[in-house]
C-alpha cells in the first residue's frame, strides 16, 4: 500500500478550508491539531465548548500558562487580544444558533448519509457524547477528520452506521489519511486522493461505494 | 444584613441530604472545579444522590497521574477533587451528564467502574442540551424544543416535533436541590465573579434551590462594579472560601 498522509498533513488539508474570519470549533482529538495550521494571512475564532472563544495557540512552555485558560482535554492555551469568556449555555446558543461556520470533529464511523459516530470507543461501558451532537447537527459546515480505518484495518466510512449515532445527516465532508470525500445526497463522493493511491485501493479500505468525478484530484497543498 | 459567606465548606454542605439531586460545575481545567465543596460533601456521607455535570470527573487515581503528565505547563493542584471521588465512595445513584467515560481504553474513571459494579444509572446527554435543560430551570421555562437528538438514542422515549420542516426534540428543564460551583471572587450578597471560561459554574448558579459558591476570596461591597458582575447575588444562597493554603486531603475538616 501507498503511504498514508500524517496527522499534520491531515491538518493543513482541513484547515484550507477555513476563510478568514471564520468561526471554528475544534473537537477533541485530531481535530485540535488543525488550530496549528490555519493558513498565512487568515483570522479564524476558536470556539471551546465550556466557554471560552477567540483564543490563542497552545501554551508551550510554564512561562505562557494561564491557568484559568484551558481548552478541552486540560490543555492550557494562550489568551489573545479580544479573547471571550462564556457560560455553558451561552456557548451552546452560539452553537445552536448557528454561529459556528465549521466544526471539524473526530468519527468512529461516518456513513454515505452523513451520519456520525463518534461516541462510543468499542471496549468502553458508556459512551461520550460531549458537545458534538450540538456541533455536527447545527454548525454551518461540518467536517469528519479521522483515520481510514480502525488500528485493526476495518473501514469507518461505511454504507450505513452500526455504532451509536451521535447526529444524523450531518457530515458534510471527511477528511482521512488517504482521501478527501463529501457526502452529497446520500453518497460518498471521492474528491480528492493522496498521491500514489489508486481509486480501486482506496475503495478497497472503504465500507461505503465511492462515487469517482472526473475532477477527482491528488490531494496537494498548494 | 444580608450576609451569604459561610464559615467552612462542613457548614456549607451540612444540609445536603442523601437522596438529593445536585448540579456540579466546572469542566476542562482544575482550576475551576468546585473541589472543596466537593470533598466537603464525601466527608458529610450523603448517598444516592443524583449528579448533573459535564463529565464524571476523574478521580483521585487518574488526577494524580495527570497531576505528573502537566507537571512541565502547570501545577495541577494538590486540592483537586471531582465527582469520581463520590463514584469511588459509592455515594453516586445516578448521574445525567454527557461526558461518563474516560477518553482511551486505558482510563477507566471511577464511575464507569461503578457502573460495571451495577452501582449507578447514567442518563446519557449532550452537553448543549445538558446546558439549556438546566439554564430552563433558572429562567423558569418549563420544557424547550431543541432540533439536537432526532434520529439518536439521546431523543427515545421524549416527544419529536417538527418545526419548519426540521425535527425538534423536547427538552425538560432539570432543576436541582443544590448546586455546587466554583467562582473566583464574590461578595456578601452573593454576587459573583469568574475567571476563565465559566462552563456550567455559571449556567448552574440559580438553577437549584440552594446554590453554594466556592470562591478564592470575598471582597468588601461595592467592590466589585455592576459592570464586572458576572452573576447576581440573587442566584446565589452560600458562599466559601477557599483556604489560603491548599489541603491535600479531601478528608481533613475545613
Known amino acids: 500500500m501507498p503511504e498514508r498522509l500524517d496527522l499534520s498533513v491531515m491538518a493543513m488539508v482541513v484547515a484550507r478550508e477555513f476563510q478568514d474570519g471564520a468561526v471554528v470549533n475544534l473537537g477533541i482529538g485530531l481535530p485540535l491539531t488543525c488550530a496549528s495550521y490555519v493558513p498565512e494571512g487568515r483570522e479564524v475564532i476558536l470556539h471551546s465548548e465550556h466557554g471560552l472563544l477567540g483564543n490563542g495557540r497552545l501554551a508551550q512552555d510554564r512561562s505562557e500558562v494561564d491557568p484559568y485558560v484551558f481548552i478541552v482535554g486540560n490543555r492550557p492555551v494562550l489568551a489573545a487580544p479580544g479573547m471571550t469568556f462564556l457560560s455553558h449555555d451561552e456557548s451552546f446558543a452560539i452553537v445552536r444558533g448557528g454561529h459556528i461556520d465549521i466544526t471539524v470533529l473526530g468519527g468512529l464511523q461516518v456513513d454515505a448519509a452523513g451520519n456520525l459516530a463518534n461516541t462510543h470507543v468499542p471496549g468502553k461501558i458508556a459512551g461520550n457524547l460531549g458537545g458534538a451532537p450540538d456541533l455536527a447537527t447545527c454548525a454551518k459546515r461540518t467536517v469528519g477528520m479521522m483515520y481510514h480505518t480502525t488500528r485493526d484495518g476495518e473501514p469507518k466510512v461505511v454504507e450505513r452506521c452500526t455504532m451509536p449515532l451521535t447526529a444524523v445527516a450531518c457530515v458534510d465532508r471527511i477528511v482521512t489519511d488517504v482521501a478527501v470525500m463529501d457526502i452529497e445526497a446520500g453518497r460518498v463522493v471521492l474528491r480528492e486522493i493522496a498521491p500514489g493511491w489508486s481509486v480501486e485501493e482506496v475503495q478497497a479500505l472503504t465500507g461505503a461505494r465511492l462515487v469517482v468525478p472526473l475532477d477527482l484530484r491528488e490531494i496537494s497543498l498548494g | ?254
Open chain 2, 1 to 254: 444584613m444580608i450576609n451569604k459567606v459561610v464559615a467552612t465548606f462542613d457548614e456549607a454542605v451540612a444540609d445536603i441530604p442523601s437522596g438529593a439531586m445536585i448540579h456540579c460545575g466546572g469542566f476542562a481545567s482544575p482550576f475551576n472545579m468546585p473541589s472543596y465543596l466537593i470533598a466537603a460533601l464525601a466527608r458529610q456521607g450523603a448517598s444516592g444522590l443524583t449528579f448533573a455535570s459535564t463529565s464524571a470527573g476523574t478521580g483521585v487515581e487518574i488526577a494524580a497521574r495527570l497531576r505528573a503528565q502537566m507537571a512541565p505547563l502547570v501545577d495541577w493542584p494538590l486540592d483537586y477533587w471531582d465527582l469520581g471521588l463520590l463514584a469511588d465512595l459509592g455515594r453516586m445513584r445516578k448521574l445525567i451528564t454527557s461526558f461518563p467515560a474516560g477518553t482511551g481504553r486505558e482510563t477507566v474513571w471511577p464511575f464507569e467502574r461503578a457502573l460495571e459494579r451495577g452501582e449507578v444509572e447514567l442518563e446519557l446527554i449532550g452537553q448543549g442540551s445538558l446546558a439549556e435543560r438546566i439554564r430552563a430551570a433558572k429562567a423558569g421555562i418549563a420544557a424547550f424544543y431543541t432540533p439536537v437528538g432526532p434520529g439518536t438514542a439521546t431523543a427515545e422515549g421524549k416527544e419529536v416535533r417538527d418545526f419548519g420542516g426540521v425535527p425538534h426534540v423536547m427538552e425538560t428543564a432539570l432543576p436541582a436541590d443544590f448546586a455546587l460551583v466554583r467562582a473566583y471572587r464574590a461578595d456578601r450578597l452573593g454576587n459573583l465573579v469568574f475567571r476563565g471560561p465559566r462552563t456550567f459554574n455559571q449556567t448552574m448558579a440559580g438553577a437549584a434551590r440552594v446554590t453554594i459558591a466556592e470562591v478564592e476570596e470575598v471582597v468588601p461591597l461595592g467592590e466589585l462594579g455592576p459592570e464586572a458582575i458576572h452573576t447576581p447575588g440573587v442566584y446565589v444562597q452560600r458562599v466559601v472560601v477557599r483556604p489560603s493554603t491548599p489541603i491535600p486531603s479531601w478528608d481533613t475538616p475545613c
